[in-house]
């Protein structure tokens, strides 16, 4: 089984950064893809960046030029650098994996921007 273990959630003034890591452990099959999802209070669940194993990314219009996604396959971690924070980027972030028919979900980090 994958397992997924997130950090680096924390309170933030506006305008400042924060880097979340999600680390990965067990079998992971070769073919995948780790994305960062988040979801505010009374608000769905929104998908904020996508990476690859071979690091393609994407990235919701709203997160772009703001937020970079990353992978260390070797480590089997995905970061997110989050630059120029909103009040409104904060939620509870959750690391997501899929790969082989597998969907895991981390545990989610709780981000707080403070305006």
């Known amino acids: 089984q994958v397992r997924l273990v997130e950090s680096g959630g924390g ?5 400042g950064s924060l880097r979340l890591s999600c680390a990965a452990s067990g079998s992971i099959p070769s073919i995948n893809a780790m994305n960062w999802y988040r979801q ?4 769905e669940r929104e998908l904020v960046a996508t990476i690859t194993n071979g ?3 994407n990235y919701a219009a709203s997160m772009k030029g703001r937020f970079t996604i990353s992978r260390d396959n070797a480590e089997n971690t995905v ?3 989050m630059n120029s924070l ?6 509870v972030y959750y690391c997501r994996f899929t790969g082989a028919g ?3 979900w981390g545990q989610g980090t709780q981000v707080t921007v403070s305006s």
């Open 79 to 81: 970061y997110l650098q």
């Open 102 to 104: 597998s969907v895991v």
């Open 55 to 57: 690091g393609i990314t």
């Open 11 to 15: 309170l933030v003034q506006a305008g």
């Open 86 to 91: 909103k009040a409104e980027d904060t939620a």
């Open 40 to 43: 505010a209070p009374g608000k």
